[in-house]
């Protein structure tokens, strides 16, 4: 049941071309085209194909949060319509800042991932464009595009073909650590990290928080906490302080604490810290960001919920 045909029972007023449901959400309808509108919030006028109408399950929003819950996807569809805005234009940064904007908000959200692969596609990045549409495809076959893909494939081999040494070994890492390879992805990164001073500060950091990360995966929990040190060593970073924040509380208490950018899940994670070590605001602050950004309930809304609530009645 999409947002078009929601059930006569939660009508409160019907004109021709409108109708507005008790639950401040109003559908407009003129032609083959269509715009939903929660509070001051709209759409742009849509194609009734459009994928925004077959994403909105009216059974799958949250009853209890509704109105912001419907609020919030139409904030968020608002952001990958600007975002395919500026890809149209070439604008390839601004177009990615609003795709992640949306995959923030959904991770799988597959037209953001493939838009987010053309932009990528534009800037040159082969790699990181095929890895974006596999995906994309992943979580919604849909958008398949068998000459798109062929071309991905040309363009990213041809790519890394002319890597030097030093990156191919980063990139081949990445791949194992996608394929769930740990092992190989650590050996690659290491390879790529010989030789420390080949690599400015911010790209050195980052190659040891990949090398830090396939660590936690083997469980190798000490060694990759001496990484994410010799990474905020390097150059302080969000990606670091969190898993130090979780791993070695201690020694980057300060620097947990303050707002990270991180991952929603990962809120729920430094919310649990923080309750642990006696900062029930400070989890609460992360909870309440989890919460603005997240309204499906699934697993990860339950494990949160349950969270404040102890926290609150604790």
Known sequence: MTILNIPDDFITFEDEGKIVYDFNFTVFRNGDKVRFCTGEIATSWLDLEDSFIDRIQFENLNPDFLERHLAKEIEIKNALVRGADFL??????????????????DPEHGEALLLKSKALFGQGHFVKSLRHYKRAVKSDSRLKDVEYHKLLLAKSSKERDNFPKIKRNIYAGDEYFAKGEFTKALESYDKALVNPSNFKNKILSKLLNKKATALLKLDLIDDAVSVFKESVSVKPNDYAFFYLGIYDYDSS????????????????????????????????????????NHYRVDDDYNRALELKLKICNG
């Open 88 to 105: 149209n234009k070439d604008d390839f940064i601004k177009a990615i800042g609003m795709f992640d904007e949306v995959l923030y908000y």
């Open 253 to 292: 208490f300060d620097e947990f604490k303050r707002h990270l950018n991180i991952t929603k899940k990962q809120l729920i994670l430094k919310a649990r810290k923080l309750y642990e070590n006696g900062e029930g605001d400070l989890a609460l602050e992360c909870l309440d960001e989890f919460f603005d």
